[in-house]
């Protein structure tokens, strides 16, 4: 290959005529021999009679110019180069070789119009389409609305806690609200009760005051409750009952 493109070099050195500086460089190259930093990337030439810019496979462009027939200097990159009478072929000093990408040119195939059918005139601007009416916007999955039911223990209720064992008070009441299944102190601020009650009437409650506690648990009805609870008081552990009533 290489002694092949040099001959082809060569030859065109040696049969140069006034007429080969005429030759038409213009166009894309690709290094094939020797290339700089082993890119066999493309390369470009554009032409305007004598005068030359040049890009190597690297990226790097040069001024450059057609001293004689068949022979270019590039002194930006302090070299000269022969070329073959066709062009296809360049050949550097230092050994690099380019050769020609072809371009191909794809044949445009004629348009077919049936018998009878004229030419669109150039002057006459084609109606744009109606525009095609915007699909319906899906409607939205109606929001499920569910009844919150009223627990059906919802209300004031009246709680006595009496103890059984241990230091505490012996008997201590006080009020509390059922709000949709929560108990809610009803005494304001000296005691924190937490506590729910399920809708089959279990009963679960903490109750915790001036360093106190006490845990619960029972059953409502309707209208009365009662179980039993178990904490720590000042005087050490506690226990007892507890009872409820609805009030009005």
């Known amino acids: 290959m290489k002694v092949l493109l040099g001959a082809i070099a060569v030859f065109g050195v040696l049969a140069a005529t006034?007429?080969?500086?005429?030759?038409?460089?213009?166009?894309p190259y690709r290094c094939v021999q020797m290339c700089r930093d082993g890119l066999p990337g493309p390369a470009f030439v554009t032409q305007s009679g004598?005068?030359?810019?040049?890009?190597?496979?690297?990226?790097?462009?040069?001024?450059?110019?057609?001293?004689?027939?068949?022979?270019?200097?590039?002194?930006?990159?302090?070299?000269?180069?022969?070329?073959?009478?066709?062009?296809?072929?360049?050949?550097?000093?230092?050994g690099t070789v380019w050769q020609r990408e072809l371009v191909v040119i794809?044949?445009?195939?004629?348009?077919?119009?049936?018998?009878?059918?004229?030419?669109?005139?150039?002057?006459?601007?084609?109606?744009?389409p109606p525009p095609r009416a915007a699909a319906p916007?899906?409607?939205a999955a109606p929001v499920e609305r569910r009844a919150v039911a009223r627990n059906a223990f919802d209300g004031a209720w009246s709680v006595v806690i009496s103890t059984q064992?241990?230091?505490?008070?012996?008997?201590?009441?006080?009020?509390v609200q059922i709000i949709n299944g929560s108990i809610v102190y009803d005494g304001g601020a000296g005691a924190n009760v937490q506590g729910s009650v399920a809708p089959n009437g279990a009963v679960a409650v903490n109750v915790s005051s001036s360093g106190?506690?006490?845990?619960?648990?029972?059953?409502?009805?309707?209208?009365s409750g009662s179980g039993s609870w178990r904490g720590q008081g000042f005087g050490g552990a506690c226990a007892g009952i507890w009872q409820a009533a609805r009030r009005g």
Not at 212 to 223: C, F, P, V, Y
């Open 212 to 223: 106190a506690s006490a845990n619960g648990q029972g059953r409502l009805s309707r209208d």
């Open 137 to 139: 916007a899906p409607r």
């Open 50 to 94: 004598w005068d030359l810019n040049m890009v190597n496979e690297a990226g790097e462009p040069a001024r450059a110019w057609i001293d004689r027939p068949g022979r270019i200097w590039a002194p930006g990159w302090n070299q000269g180069a022969i070329y073959s009478p066709d062009g296809m072929v360049i050949q550097f000093d230092r």
């Open 18 to 27: 006034d007429a080969s500086a005429q030759v038409d460089l213009n166009g």
């Open 106 to 128: 794809e044949p445009v195939a004629p348009v077919v119009r049936p018998r009878g059918q004229r030419p669109p005139r150039e002057d006459v601007v084609a109606a744009p």
């Open 165 to 175: 064992s241990g230091g505490c008070d012996p008997q201590y009441r006080f009020g």
